[in-house]
């Protein structure tokens, strides 16, 4: 029986073509006016998963390798 992918995790990370997993800043919906200009930059980069996660993460998204 195959493994379903998991749609949520679908959606928050995403594969690079070297096959590292990335995800999106946290906190970029509201509040932003408020912070400064470095770290409003900063959001909008994706940063790699850490290590101890990726295992897991790919678990749920089998066809992520």
Not at 27 to 42: I, P
Request: proline letters at 3%.
């Amino acid at each position: 029986m195959k493994i379903k992918t998991h749609k949520a995790t679908t959606k928050r990370f995403k594969v690079t073509a070297t096959g590292k997993l990335m995800k999106r800043t946290a906190g970029q919906d509201h509040f932003n006016a408020r912070e400064s200009s470095v770290v409003t930059r900063r959001k909008r980069r994706d940063f790699p998963i850490s290590k101890v996660n990726v295992k897991a993460i790919r678990k749920l998204v089998p066809n992520a390798r």
